[in-house]
């Protein structure tokens, strides 16, 4: 069965450290690929998202993700982090031409001020 | 304002008792779908619906009904709930499923079954 896997539960990083969390997924075919945030107490919401084309996918808030094929990898970047980036960050795969997601288990990210 | 709405954004229910969980979107959106999400497992797609009396089972349908019979509406329906119901549960709408869409989630529904 497919899934999506976020290997890093929690994250602690003081303000302006880069930050990179991993995602990787099983899927052998055409995937597309999403970034959630969930700011406490809130909704989810889409930070990026790639279909085709270009790997390297921004999104908003400096946020940025690579596809890596070969890796079965959409790991999400922000050079620099801030206090209010403190939330859950969920990955999520879409196989093209079903409607079904299926979401990794998150990370947690906490911003030192 | 294009929204998702859920309700009872709150509740506290005890097994057995019938309970239903409205979702509405006010964008005309094809696809809805329900969520369940508990700590270290993420989200899990309950059930998900394509379009108006077109519904089919996520990864974890079990102890949970719907019904798309309008296509703003789809409410979650508890037969009879349990406490491994407990959980937060968002409600999601996207245009279709075409590559392109965004899914837009509404604030989620904590439900707690004693």
């Known amino acids: 069965a497919q899934s999506v896997s976020q290997h890093n539960h929690h994250v602690i990083l003081s303000e302006a450290a880069s930050l990179e969390l991993g995602c990787n997924y099983s899927y052998g075919g055409t995937v597309n690929l999403f970034w959630y945030v969930q700011y406490p107490g809130q909704h989810l919401q889409l930070l990026l998202k790639y279909f085709s084309g270009d790997p390297l996918v921004k999104g908003i808030k400096g946020f940025e ?14 050079p620099s982090v801030q206090w209010s980036d403190t939330a859950e960050y969920f990955c999520a795969v879409n196989l093209p031409g079903t409607y079904k997601y299926i979401f990794g288990t998150g990370t947690r990210l906490k911003v030192l001020a | 304002e294009a929204q998702v709405t859920q309700n009872p954004r709150y509740l506290i229910t005890v097994t057995g008792k019938k309970l239903t969980v409205t979702c ?26 394509m379009n108006v009396e077109a519904t089919d089972k996520g990864d974890v ?12 509406n789809f409410p979650l329906i508890l037969e009879s709930p349990s406490p491994n119901q407990t959980s937060l549960y968002f409600c999601a709408s996207s245009p279709t499923m075409r590559p392109g869409n965004t899914i837009y989630f509404g604030e989620g529904s904590w439900l707690t079954v004693v």
């Not at chain 2, 509405?24 to 619906?49: A, T």
Request: charged share 30%; glycine share 6%; proline share 4%.
């Open chain 2, 61 to 72: 349908p079990e102890g949970y009904k719907v019904s798309r019979k309008e296509k703003r």
């Open chain 2, 24 to 49: 509405s979107q006010n964008m005309n959106h094809e696809y809805m779908s329900w969520y369940r999400q508990d700590p270290g497992l993420g989200l899990r797609q309950i059930y998900y619906s």
């Open chain 1, 65 to 78: 993700a690579e596809f890596i094929k070969s890796k079965f990898s959409f790991n999400l970047r922000k």
